[in-house]
């Protein structure tokens, strides 16, 4: 069974950081390209980040741009967003993906694997 556990969420004041994480199990983390997702309070979901499975490119809304990173630890079949800088407006739960596409997409039907979810608040 594929599942994602998300993990590294929780409250920081702003201009903190936290280390997202995204343990896969039952399928190959590099075989998929990962996006991040995001949905805060009265919202819709939004795309955050991404990989690529092809060649590891990356996406990042602008939004995000300069503050956070994403990278892929395939040993541990882990994907992480590092968030740094972060401001109230990036409260939100956020979710990690899988979708097929070799490239980075943000359409939301595109992917087919979702976690749960991780709460970030972000408030002093």
């Known amino acids: 069974q594929l599942q994602f556990v998300e993990s590294g969420g929780g409250l920081v004041q702003p201009g903190g950081s936290l280390r997202l994480s995204c343990a896969a199990s039952?399928?190959?983390?590099?075989?998929?390209?990962i996006g991040w997702f995001r949905q805060a309070p009265g919202k819709e979901r939004e795309g955050v980040s991404c990989?690529?499975?092809?060649?590891?490119?990356?996406y990042f809304a602008d939004s995000v741009k300069g503050r956070f990173t994403i990278a892929r630890d395939n040993a541990k079949n882990t994907l992480y967003l590092q968030m740094n800088n972060l401001k109230p407006e990036d409260t939100a739960v956020y979710s990690c993906?899988?979708?097929?596409?070799?490239?980075?997409?943000?359409?939301?039907?595109?992917?087919?694997?979702w976690g749960q979810g991780t709460q970030v608040t972000v408030s002093s």
């Open positions: 993906a899988a979708t097929p596409a070799i490239m980075c997409v943000m359409e939301l039907d595109k992917y087919d694997y």
């Open positions: 039952g399928f190959t983390l590099d075989d998929y390209s």
């Open positions: 990989i690529s499975s092809s060649d590891g490119s990356t």
